[in-house]
């Protein structure tokens, strides 16, 4: 019965959907193009992929890039392997351009429609799907079952906030877990949640494969390079991946900080492209100095601010950083990877916010690789400030966080052994 009300508010909903598209794509066009794609209309005018390949979902930027070393490692060791890359987002559609060209296929994964879902499968003809971190859609789930065709949950990741609200359905979600071959949770507190919501299918935790991040020789010599032609001697803090409501408080800080440091430059990297051109008059209007990344016109050293306004960079970003402050913890929107930033070894400062990553904050809290601040100006220009005064605080807390990655690394090696009896089509273990 919760089922059928499900599909029938999934129909009802459509109008309202449209129109929220609709009113995204004001400041995102891409948000009403290939609209189609999300009924699993006109798949005759788009590229098959081959058949009896995998999809991988994830969802928007950061799903894919929790998603991209998964799509490589696939590739290397099953090459002639199909690989179709779904996303909800236009942001993250750009991200696996940006990062897989034509070596994968790409497209939105429609609405969770019975009649979309079945011209999607029927279009991919896949033999096993893998969703990255949190993605439960009960009609794709279910008709994949009905097809045999194996449904993954990989580096699953599911919340408190998820969880309260799927156990308002407790029942009905416990049918449709129950219908997943495999979840693969990235810490155990999501792991827990699972089962506790009812999951009794086969659960291997593996950890987070974010921490099987690597910096490659091409990233580097950009690092390089930019760090020549761009920073010079200048201190760098980067405040990356930021939400509405921490810009200002950002802005506040920086104004604070360039009275005890007069060349210092603020990387301000804002998490959604949409925001970009907000974010660039919210600087207009405080006076400062900035430059647009996009613009590829160096900073002078009158520039207070660069404002990162690309897709696809936010590691370079990092690596020519001395401090990081990462985003969406200042407001309640849970955090994002504190990774990327101790992959180079910087001091990572944090607001209090940061439910969406609790075991990665835990672990870093403990080692002292973290420097939590409240949300005001003043507690996040003091932290910057005393990294900045202090080389050896800044290498004291950089390491420690960097140890932290290195010693949890190994997720994606288990989540390989995992994935490869889907992969290779070979019996599961049941």
């Not at 086969?202 to 990233?219: A, F, W």
């Not at 990774?339 to 916010?353: H, Q, R, T, W």
């Not at 870093?364 to 910057?384: C, H, I, M, P, Q």
């Amino acid at each position: 019965m919760l089922g059928f009300f499900y599909t029938f508010v999934m129909y009802l909903l459509q109008p309202f959907l449209l129109l929220f598209m609709l009113g995204r794509s004001i400041k995102s066009p891409d948000y009403r193009r290939r609209i189609s794609e999300r009924y699993g209309l006109f798949y005759a005018e788009l590229e098959r992929p081959q058949p009896n390949g995998i999809i991988i979902h994830a969802a928007s930027v950061g799903e894919v890039i929790a998603a991209t070393p998964l799509v490589r490692q696939i590739q290397t060791e099953y090459p002639n392997l199909p690989i179709t890359v779904t996303t909800v987002t236009p942001t993250g559609s750009a991200r696996v351009k940006a990062a897989f060209g034509d070596s994968v296929s790409h497209f939105y994964l429609p609405y969770d429609l019975p009649d979309a879902i079945t011209r999607f499968i029927n279009f991919i003809q896949p033999k096993a799907c893998i969703v990255i971190e949190t993605e439960i859609w009960p009609t794709l789930i279910h008709q994949l079952k009905l097809r045999n065709i194996p449904f993954i949950v990989a580096n699953a990741r599911l919340s408190a906030r998820s969880a309260k609200r799927y156990a308002w359905a407790k029942n009905h979600i416990k049918t449709v877990l129950n219908e997943i071959s495999l979840i693969a949770p990235q810490d155990s507190i999501s792991g827990k949640r699972y089962i506790d919501l009812g999951y009794q299918g086969r659960l291997v935790l593996t950890g987070n494969i974010k921490y099987d991040l690597e910096i490659s020789d091409e990233l580097l010599n950009d690092i390089i390079s930019l760090e020549q032609q761009w920073i010079g001697n200048r201190p760098v803090w980067i405040a990356g991946s930021t939400h509405e409501g921490e810009e200002e408080i950002i802005l506040q800080t920086h104004r604070t900080l360039l009275q005890q440091f007069p060349n210092l430059l603020l990387i301000l990297a804002p998490r959604h492209p949409e925001r970009f051109n907000s974010v660039a008059n919210l600087i207009e209007k405080e006076n400062f100095s900035y430059c647009r990344r996009s613009e590829d016109i160096a900073p002078s050293a009158q520039t207070q601010i660069l404002l990162g306004d690309t897709m696809g960079e936010l590691m370079l970003m990092y690596g020519v950083s001395d401090v990081a402050f990462v985003g969406g913890s200042l407001v309640k929107h849970g955090g994002h990877n504190p990774l990327e930033p101790l992959a180079f070894k910087l001091p990572v400062i944090s607001g209090k916010y940061v439910f969406n990553f609790p075991e990665v904050f835990l672990k870093l809290r403990y080692v002292l690789g973290v420097l939590t601040v409240k949300s005001d100006a003043n507690a996040l220009a003091e932290a910057v400030s005393r990294f900045l005064h202090s080389k050896a605080l800044r290498q004291r807390f950089g390491q420690a966080g960097y140890e932290v990655l290195v010693e949890n690394r190994g997720a994606l090696k288990r989540l390989i052994g995992l994935l490869r009896p889907y992969l290779e089509n070979e019996q599961v273990e049941k």
